[in-house]
């Protein structure tokens, strides 16, 4: 089967899915469950033998029945739930990049044209002719930067889009399974996001698979910091990491059906901050659970140096976190060498035209001010 026509009406579709994702996450409270399924899918990753990882291989029965991934068949029925719902849909998380910063550069460039008008200004009354002609310069070098920054993203972006239109996949359940491995990490990205979390940032591209690691890769919440060591050093992780994902904690409860461990971890397990750190610090709380793998946190100085720092500092923890779920989500995964090659030769030929066209506009704006101030 080859890969679909991304037009107009198939941009749409993602973004409805992308909406769908976010209603049921609301509606359903099910954020914890989601940011687990990306999480375990994820966490299978053994950077030596190049295994496991972010593959969607935990839709198999196979992975899905592991002890630690006890529960998770909700979340991958509601992942199915929406891909039922748009089974066109491919590469559905290329778009959430093209978005994002899109919308982020939108919003430099108004802040810049609202401090060239004051600048222009103010040189127009203080400087001197040589003065505004540097302004000018200034203000020209500042709007190209902003512009090639986006094109440099949406290039990247298009050219990832362009790989991707080239792939030919197979009829059958293989097609339906290499979408899921994309919703599945999406669907992490948006859990956190809708419970007040960072924006984190997507790479788009990913392969699928149908060969699960073997059981007893994730972490075991009955053990100590050195069991979480020996786990996230395999994945090829940090201790800034572990410390950082382990905040994620912040959200859901553990279930005593699933893990043998009963009660959340906050006091607002549907909110996404920094009380899991907080918590911590403080001890023993009625109702509130501590499992033996959170509690060892505070045993190694290295680990109990971020805890601290998190409590503290909330945008520590969520510039981090975001950071370390990217990581995470990325494992094993190598971006295409020739879309990334093909982006920066588009963008060097950019860089120049776009850096001559919006110099030359800013200082053809500039005359015409002077221009109109001297007829007045």
């Not at 026509?5 to 996450?25: C, G, H, T």
């Not at 299978?44 to 029945?65: F, M, V, W």
């Not at 978005?99 to 400087?127: A, D, E, G, Q, R």
């Not at 094109?151 to 399974?177: M, P, R």
Request: charged share 25%.
């Amino acid at each position: 089967m080859a890969a679909p026509i991304v037009n107009a009406e198939y941009v749409k579709e993602i973004n409805k899915a992308r909406r769908d994702l976010r209603s049921i996450i609301s509606s359903k409270n099910c954020a914890p469950i989601m940011l687990r399924l990306a999480w375990h899918d994820a966490g299978t990753y053994d950077a030596q033998t190049k295994t496991g990882g972010p593959n969607g291989s935990i839709r198999n029965e196979e992975e899905y029945t592991h002890g630690a991934n006890s529960g998770l068949k909700i979340a991958l029925e509601l992942c199915e739930g929406v891909k039922a719902k748009h089974p066109k849909i491919t590469y559905a998380d290329l778009y959430q990049v093209i978005m994002i910063f899109s919308l982020t550069y939108i919003m430099y460039l108004l802040l810049l044209c609202l401090l060239s008008y004051f600048m222009l200004h103010v040189s127009h009354m203080l400087l001197p002719c040589l003065g505004k002609f540097l302004v000018i310069l200034t203000l020209s070098s500042l709007f190209a930067v902003v512009f090639v920054k986006l094109l440099i993203h949406l290039c990247y972006s298009l050219n990832i889009w362009t790989v991707c239109l080239a792939k030919v996949k197979t009829k059958g359940i293989q097609v339906l399974y290499m979408d899921n491995l994309l919703l599945f990490q999406l669907a992490g990205v948006v859990a956190v996001e809708v419970t007040g979390g960072p924006d984190i940032s997507f790479q788009p591209g990913r392969k699928d698979s149908n060969v699960c690691p073997r059981e007893g890769r994730l972490p075991d919440a009955k053990k100590d910091f050195q069991h979480l060591r020996d786990v996230f050093y395999r994945m090829g992780l940090s201790d800034k990491d572990i410390i950082a994902l382990s905040g994620g904690h912040t959200l859901g409860r553990a279930h005593p059906e699933r893990s043998g461990f009963d009660g959340p971890w906050t006091q607002e397990p549907l909110k996404f901050d920094n009380s899991y750190f907080v918590e911590l610090l403080k001890g023993e709380s009625e109702g509130l659970l501590k499992l033996p793998s959170d509690k060892t946190l505070l045993e190694d100085p290295e680990f109990r140096r971020y805890v601290e720092l998190y409590a503290k500092d909330e945008d520590a923890f969520f510039r981090d976190y975001a950071e370390s779920h990217k990581k995470l989500s990325e494992l094993g995964f190598n971006p295409n060498a020739s879309a990334a090659k093909a982006c920066s030769d588009s963008t060097v030929l950019a860089q120049g035209a776009f850096g001559v066209a919006i110099a030359s506009a800013v200082v053809a704006l500039s005359y015409f001010y002077e221009i109109r101030k001297k007829m007045k």
